[in-house]
T-cell receptor, first 117, second 111 residues
C-alpha cells in the first residue's frame, strides 16, 4: 500500500514554544491530508482537513491559531502547535488517501507523541 | 449524521479461540466500511474494507469481517486468535472524503 511518513515520532518541548510536525506521502500525491489527535485510550479525533494550495478546514472546537496547518505541496502537510501548553500533550496522527477514489483506505503516518513540559 | 459504534471497550480471548470485535454504523447512502489496527505509539494499519459485493470480506493477518446491512453491522472476526493480535482495533466509515472512527476496542489475547 501507499506510504505516509510522519516526523518526528516523538518530541518533548517546553511550555510556550512551538512544535512542527511533518506528514509526507512518499509514493503518491495527496491533495488532501487529515490531522487527528488521540488521547490515551480514546479514539481519533479529526482536527482538520489539509488541502494543498488552500486553507485548511478545521473541525468545530479546534483553534485555528493554535494548530497551524500548511499544505504547500502535493506530498507534504505540516501541523504546527503554537505556544504549546501541557494540555496539548497528545498523540497526533496524519493520514492521506488517494485523491478522487472514495473507496480506498486511508494511509496513516506512524504518529507523533508530543509532550509539553 | 455519520457514526460508528464499538460497544465493547475491551475483548478478552484465549489464544487459539475465535474472536469477534463488534461494530455498528449509521451512515446515509452506501456504507464504505473499514477496520484498522493500532499498536502502542503507532499509527493505524489497514486490515480490510467493505465496498460492495460479497458480505464476507477477507483481510490481512487472517482477519475477516461480515457486513450485515439489515443489522447495520460490520463485525471483525478471526477463527483462531494469536497473542500477537493483541492491539487496539478501530472500525471506520467513509462518506465522501472523511473517515469517522469508532471509539476503539482493545483486544487482549492470552496464552
Amino acid at each position: 500500500g501507499a506510504v505516509v511518513s510522519q516526523h518526528p515520532s516523538w518530541v518533548i518541548c517546553k511550555s510556550g514554544t512551538s512544535v512542527k510536525i511533518e506528514c509526507r506521502s512518499l509514493d503518491f500525491q495527496a491533495t488532501t491530508m487529515f490531522w487527528y489527535r488521540q488521547f490515551p485510550k480514546q479514539s481519533l479525533m479529526l482536527m482538520a482537513t489539509s488541502n494543498e494550495g488552500s486553507k485548511a478546514t478545521y473541525e468545530q472546537g479546534v483553534e485555528k491559531d493554535k494548530f497551524l496547518i500548511n499544505h504547500a505541496s502535493l506530498t507534504l502537510s505540516t501541523l504546527t502547535v503554537t505556544s504549546a501548553h501541557p494540555e496539548d500533550s497528545s498523540f497526533y496522527i496524519c493520514s492521506a488517501s488517494v485523491p478522487g477514489v472514495r473507496n480506498t483506505e486511508a494511509f496513516f503516518g506512524q504518529g507523533t507523541r508530543l509532550t509539553v513540559v | 449524521a455519520q457514526s460508528v459504534a464499538q460497544p465493547e471497550d475491551q475483548v478478552n480471548v484465549a489464544e487459539g479461540n475465535p474472536l469477534t470485535v463488534k461494530c455498528t454504523y449509521s451512515v446515509s447512502g452506501n456504507p464504505y466500511l473499514f477496520w484498522y489496527v493500532q499498536y502502542p505509539n503507532r499509527g493505524l494499519q489497514f486490515l480490510l474494507k467493505y465496498i460492495t459485493g460479497d458480505n464476507l470480506v477477507k483481510g490481512s493477518y487472517g482477519f475477516e469481517a461480515e457486513f450485515n446491512k439489515s443489522q447495520t453491522s460490520f463485525h471483525l472476526k478471526k477463527p483462531s486468535a494469536l497473542v500477537s493480535d493483541s492491539a487496539l482495533y478501530f472500525c471506520a466509515v467513509r462518506p465522501l472524503n472523511k473517515f469517522y472512527f469508532g471509539s476503539g476496542t482493545k483486544l487482549n489475547v492470552k496464552p
